[in-house]
């Protein structure tokens, strides 16, 4: 963790430095003297924990998490010299709450309590990651025109054929050429919206308006536009599992 020691008197400082060098896991990157530098050194430094100091000239430490956006608020343990503000230093989410002269047990203490807060955290925003939606399917593609790029919504392809290694998007009485392979290509679109019926055809399910039986469980898909595409026994299976 990235730790910045915020306290008007120097030998207080030097009193957290030295405590926080015994440990691994922390790294001290800033001191400050002052609320107006304590809030400047948070937003440029962005530290993990902050050791704040309440009574300071200027600007008391309240005043200094007062100013910082909400979001960047860091792990805060306050030091002061009075009891007094310790109900409204837990108001406002600080970690712990030392008192001047800084006991070596309580300190530990409230860096086990940093440590906690912070590996729950952590575990929160995994946890989030993992019941986050998947990345969105491709609603547009890009195509290249010379000087130019193209863009051609999905919504806008009626079926896709392979074209050597790259793949012709089919748009009405339109087609485009996308640098990418079916195979490629297949896996960015929405399996719902479109189904690949042939290792050379991608068609849009919505287009469909026949299927056409044939031997050896091939199918004739016609679509909307009129175009018709063959199916092969591979892909069979997905165009009975979209008409059931």
């Known amino acids: 963790m990235r730790v910045l020691i915020v306290d008007d008197e120097p030998l207080a400082r030097r009193g957290v430095a030295a ?4 440990q691994g896991d922390l790294e001290i990157v800033g001191e400050c003297g002052d609320g107006v530098s304590a809030v ?26 007062r100013s910082l956006p909400r979001a960047h608020l860091p792990a805060v343990i306050f030091l002061t010299a ?33 440590r906690r807060s912070q590996a729950a955290a952590l575990t929160g925003r995994l946890l989030e990651m993992l019941d986050a939606p998947k990345e969105s399917y491709a609603s547009r593609f890009a195509i290249k025109l010379g000087a130019r790029i193209q863009l051609v919504h999905a ?14 998007l089919h748009c ?31 068609v849009r399910a919505s287009r469909i308006v026949e299927l056409k039986t044939l031997e050896n469980h091939d199918y004739i898909v016609r679509l909307a536009d009129g175009s018709e595409h063959r ?7 997905r165009l009975e599992q979209w008409l059931g």
């Open 19 to 22: 405590r926080l060098r015994r």
């Open 40 to 65: 400047e050194a948070i937003q440029r430094l962005r530290p993990d924990l902050v050791f704040l100091d309440i009574r300071m000239p200027g600007m008391d430490g309240f005043e200094v998490l």
């Open 82 to 114: 009075y009891d007094q503000y310790a109900l409204q230093a837990f108001e406002v989410h600080a970690i712990d709450y030392l008192l001047k002269p800084i006991d070596d047990r309580r300190f530990a203490e409230a860096l086990e309590r940093v």
């Open 155 to 168: 919504d806008d392809v009626d079926w896709i054929g392979a074209a050597g290694d790259y793949a012709e």
């Open 172 to 202: 009405g009485d339109r087609s485009y050429l996308l640098r990418e392979t079916m195979a490629s290509l297949e896996q960015r679109l929405d399996p719902k919206a479109f189904l690949r019926i042939h290792r050379s055809r991608i």
């Open 231 to 237: 199916s092969s026994r591979t892909y069979a299976d």
